[in-house]
């Protein structure tokens, strides 16, 4: 069982930045690839980034590449998702998620964090 507790949303104006951060419990974080994931108002949950488990290979939302990047700790059981650039269209409810391992399937979800970016 991992729990995953986000942190680090905001508003902003448009070409700001922030930093979102998910700390997750237990000592099996490393086995875990990790995810994150947005939900804006009236949209379904979409993807925005994906790391490995030794954090190596990252893959992201064609619409966020360059603009964000998804980095993890394992020493301190923490992926994080720097954010510049962000626009008012990347406003939504942030989630970080782990998979043990199923392509595409995300086993653990944490609680959310609203970034909110104005024009």
């Known amino acids: 069982q991992v729990q995953l507790v986000e942190s680090g949303g905001g508003s902003v104006q448009a070409g700001g930045s922030l930093r979102l951060s998910c700390a997750a419990s237990?000592?099996?974080?490393?086995?875990?690839?990790m995810g994150w994931f947005r939900q804006a108002p009236g949209k379904g949950r979409e993807f925005v980034a994906t790391?490995?488990?030794?954090?190596?290979?990252?893959y992201y939302l064609d619409s966020v590449k360059g603009r964000f990047t998804i980095a993890r700790d394992n020493a301190k059981n923490t992926v994080y998702l720097q954010m510049n650039s962000l626009k008012p269209e990347d406003t939504a409810v942030y989630y970080c998620?782990?998979?043990?391992?199923?392509?595409?399937?995300?086993?653990?979800w944490g609680q959310g964090t609203q970034v909110t970016v104005s024009s």
């Open positions: 237990g000592r099996t974080f490393s086995s875990y690839r």
């Open positions: 790391s490995s488990r030794s954090g190596d290979t990252t």
């Open positions: 998620a782990a998979s043990k391992g199923g392509a595409g399937v995300y086993d653990y």
